[in-house]
């Protein structure tokens, strides 16, 4: 089993940054792709970044790019979103997600439904 739990979300003003964490723990953690999505009220769940665990490809939401920047500590099994310029419309409940077994190979990363594991979420709120 693998617990995925964020942290780093809070209240920041348009404009501002916050960088989101997500600790990975559990059974010699090992992932295939980490992806972060968020849900704000009354939306559907959307894909915001994902990144192959070696590190060596990273994919971006369009709303998001050149903005947000995904990246990954190995020996703390930890990902991290670094959130840059922030609007208002970024405000939304912010999830991880881990795919352990490789479907994003198939699926991609942008697939929420392949990713076998999800943390709790973490709330972040950008005012105007």
């Known amino acids: 089993q693998v617990q995925l739990a964020e942290s780093g979300g809070g209240l920041v003003q348009a404009g501002g940054s916050l960088r989101l964490s997500c600790a990975a723990s559990g059974r010699t953690f090992s992932s295939y792709a980490m992806g972060w999505f968020r849900q704000a009220p009354g939306k559907e769940r959307e894909f915001v970044a994902a990144?192959?665990?070696?590190?060596?490809?990273?994919y971006y939401a369009d709303s998001v790019k050149g903005r947000f920047t995904i990246s990954r500590d190995k020996a703390k099994n930890t990902v991290y979103l670094q959130m840059n310029s922030l609007k208002p419309e970024d405000t939304a409940v912010y999830y991880c997600a881990a795919d352990p077994g490789g479907r994003t190979l198939v699926a991609g990363l942008t697939d929420g439904d392949v990713y076998a594991y999800w943390g709790q979420g973490t709330q972040v709120t950008v005012s105007s």
């Open positions: 990144i192959r665990w070696s590190g060596d490809i990273t």
